[in-house]
Structures are given as structure tokens and as C-alpha cells.
């Protein structure tokens, strides 16, 4: 099934929001600081490869992707719920009805303003 183009493009934009609001997200902002300092130690140092600094800043790197990463996909799961059920009470929706989904979501924009 593909789905319209306005569709793709509100989806498309919606993610491009959550992304940069989890990248901009302050409780994350400890984990930037320890992966950038542990990312400098790896510059002091001249083998880069087999120093202890690259496996712990890889660590670090790697915990802090995914973090975001498990916040942008439980942000998705609420998104695809709220559009859902914005489709399913909304007895005038159709498969063309551009209105339907835009306002479903900025709802979905609303309620995770609510959640922080």
C-alpha cells in the first residue's frame, strides 16, 4: 500500500522535529559532555586504535545513540497510536482527507509538550 505524498512529507517532517528535540533534550546533555571529553583523550594519545580512550569513548558514543535512538522510536510508537485513534474517531475521514492527518499530528506535537 503506499501512502500520498502529503502523508510521507508530514511523517517525513515530524521526525526531523522529534530528532532534533531529543537531540537538543537536557537530560541527555551529560552523556554528550562524557562521550566529547573521552573523544579529546582520544587525540592525546598516538595510537588511537588500541587505546583504552577509543574503547571508552566508543562506549560512550554507542550508550548515547541509543538513547536517543530508544527515544525516537517510543515517540514514534505514541505518534503512530494518536494518529490512529485521531483516524478511527473521526467519522468523516477518508483516504484523501489531508486535514485529518495534519491535525492528528499536531495533537501528537501537543500531548508530547504535555508529557515533558
Not at 552523556?31 to 583504552?52: G, I, M, Q
Not at 499530528?105 to 500531548?111: F, H, I, N, P, R
Request: hydrophobic share 35%; glycine share 4%.
Amino acid at each position: 500500500m503506499e501512502f500520498p505524498a502529503w502523508f510521507r512529507n508530514q511523517i517525513q517532517h515530524r521526525l526531523e522535529y522529534v530528532s532534533a528535540q531529543i537531540e537538543r533534550d537536557p537530560a541527555l546533555s551529560p552523556y554528550r559532555a562524557e562521550e566529547e571529553e573521552a573523544f579529546e583523550a582520544l587525540f592525546s594519545t598516538a595510537d588511537k586504535a588500541l587505546c583504552p580512550e577509543f574503547m571508552e569513548w566508543e562506549d560512550k558514543h554507542h550508550y548515547r545513540r541509543g538513547l536517543e535512538n530508544e527515544r525516537l522510536y517510543l515517540q514514534g510508537v505514541r505518534d503512530g497510536a494518536q494518529l490512529i485513534i485521531s483516524l478511527i474517531l473521526d467519522p468523516h475521514s477518508s483516504d484523501s482527507d489531508e486535514a485529518t492527518a495534519e491535525a492528528g499530528m499536531k495533537t501528537s506535537a501537543e500531548s508530547e509538550k504535555e508529557a515533558e
